[in-house]
């Protein structure tokens, strides 16, 4: 971004449009890079003079200047002194105080007096007396992201970015909502989704902006761009307070704002801290419902609601969505909950910060409300999707035939009701006539039989283990207590086989 004193727009016809760089202005740019490249070992003052010799040739000043703003960032400027200037200040004066210099004379004395003290010379005191100054730094790396077209490009964006400083709405329709509105709700802005007969249209506004039009979040709406030209087609219209008169500024994927592509963009994967802890410690429970991070538009009326999350049951085609009610203002909480009473036909858990105090509103529209204050609690909202997953249990239970008849000797009940696209727990009353249930495992009474035989007491546990993984039984402490032995551990060296005690 610039700064506002750069910003160059056009106001024809009562419009509000950034002046953009074109390709004529490549060859400014790239005189510009060579002048920065010039200067490396030279004080920044010299760099400066260079670059306001530039500003004579240019169309506008302002364009000159905008480069070098850009450019300034890519650059390394260093102090350059013998003795630390505010070392040599500070001495320096202590000794001018008591010569009380009036006279050259005079001064010199007191630099020498100077000197003395800090174990350097006159003129090396002289010289770092005001070596930090910024025109005295030296310029002494440059090593610049952009070439001659990309500086044009970020030179284009930063202006576009700066031009939305004093904008209080923005309106965007992008072939990306689902990135654009990821990064809304990252720079903690509001907003809503319109159906348009021109498609879904996002609008933005600060908080404040709810009861007061606003600029203090013009900073975030021009962060905010690059994530919207990002996307393939896209089209934004800023409301803009033009030193108290409104202005329209529409920008569209026709202008050449473009983030050039040598430029590191981090992307951002959560909203809020609170998203961040809730995700990370639900997926480490791994439930059978998998976390999917800002599903598909919801219809709310004739608005649109993107919830953060959403569960997916893995056993079912079945989906419950995942609201996060934190630090919104109360006018945009209203808002919020007339969205919720005209979604319909969704499963819907609303996690609400209890300091809001609406719960009993969110349950009023039939939505489950969580509250929690500073973190979401696990167990609440396990306890919620265990209400839909003992339905979901249930009905797949009562789809399956009352016997079930594998045609494997040895099956796990994971494999079993993965086969049958059902959880374990559907599989709980399921009997199995040909198969005997030994832990999380069916075993036909022959395979028992035979490892009946194959085991006996005494044998290595090493042993016994490898001999049931060749029959592909994996629990087999469940398998040696139903054939009557336990392990009796001997230390390092392992264990062994022993037919258990009679209780």
Excluded: C
């Excluded at 010299?46 to 450019?71: C, I, N």
């Excluded at 219209?237 to 008169?245: K, M, V």
């Excluded at 500073?374 to 209400?387: P, Q, T």
């Excluded at 040895?410 to 832990?439: C, K, M, N, Y």
Aim: proline share 5%.
């Amino acid at each position: 971004m610039l700064t506002k004193d750069l910003l160059r727009v056009s106001r024809a016809g009562g419009g509000y449009h950034p002046r953009f760089a074109g390709r004529e202005q490549r060859p400014l740019a790239a005189r510009i890079l060579g002048t920065y490249q010039g200067h490396v070992g030279e004080p920044y003052g010299q760099l400066r003079s260079a670059l306001s010799d530039l500003e004579t040739d240019a169309p506008d000043f302002k364009l000159v200047r905008g480069f070098a703003k850009l450019l300034d960032r890519e650059a390394t400027f260093e102090t350059s002194a013998v003795v630390p200037p505010e070392r040599a200040r500070s001495v320096a004066f202590e000794a001018a105080e008591a010569v009380n210099v009036v006279t050259e004379e005079e001064r010199e004395t007191a630099l020498r007096r100077a000197a003395e003290r800090l174990g350097s010379t006159p003129d090396d005191v002289a010289d770092s007396l005001y070596a930090d100054l910024e025109e005295r730094q030296l310029l002494v790396a440059f090593d610049s992201r952009w070439d001659p077209d990309e500086l044009v490009s970020q030179y284009n964006l930063s202006l576009a970015q700066t031009a939305l400083f004093d904008a209080t709405e923005l309106r965007v329709r992008s072939s990306d909502p689902r990135a654009l509105v990821s990064a809304v709700k990252r720079l903690r802005l509001m907003y809503e989704i319109h159906e348009t007969d021109a498609g879904r249209e996002v609008v933005v506004t600060g908080p404040d902006a709810l009861f007061r039009s606003t600029r203090r979040y013009g900073t975030r709406f021009a962060r905010l761009l690059r994530t919207v030209v990002k996307a393939e087609d896209w089209r934004l219209t800023a409301t803009i307070d033009d030193r108290g008169t409104e202005r329209q500024l529409v920008l569209t994927d026709d202008d050449p704002v473009r983030p050039p592509g040598t430029e590191p963009i981090a992307d951002v994967s959560f909203d809020s801290e609170v998203e961040r802890e809730f995700a990370t410690r639900f997926e480490a429970l791994d439930l059978d419902w998998d976390l999917v991070r800002e599903p598909e538009p919801l219809a709310a009326g004739a608005r649109v609601m993107i919830p953060d999350f959403a569960f997916d049951y893995r056993h079912a085609d079945f989906r419950v969505f995942f609201e996060i009610m934190g630090f919104w203002t109360p006018e945009y909480v209203e808002k919020k909950l007339s969205q919720l009473d005209a979604v319909d036909d969704v499963q819907l858990l609303v996690a609400v910060d209890e300091s809001l105090g609406v719960g009993e509103e969110i349950a009023a529209r039939d939505h489950r409300a969580i509250p929690y204050s500073g973190s979401i609690r696990l167990k609440d909202v396990r306890d919620a999707l265990r209400r839909y997953e003992d339905e979901l249990v249930a009905e797949s239970a009562a789809a399956l035939p009352d016997e079930l008849v594998p045609d494997a000797d040895v099956i796990s009940l994971a494999d079993l009701a993965t086969a049958h696209g059902v959880s374990e727990d559907a599989l709980e009353d399921a009997t199995f006539p040909d198969h005997r249930r030994v832990g999380r495992t069916l075993v036909r009474p022959a395979v028992l039989a035979d490892l009946d035989a194959e085991i006996e007491d005494g044998m290595a546990y090493s042993t016994a283990k490898s001999v049931l993984e060749d029959r592909g039984i994996e629990d087999d402490s469940a398998l040696l207590s139903e054939l009557g032995y336990a392990v009796e551990w001997e230390g390092l060296s392992g264990g062994v086989i022993r037919t258990r005690a009679e209780e």
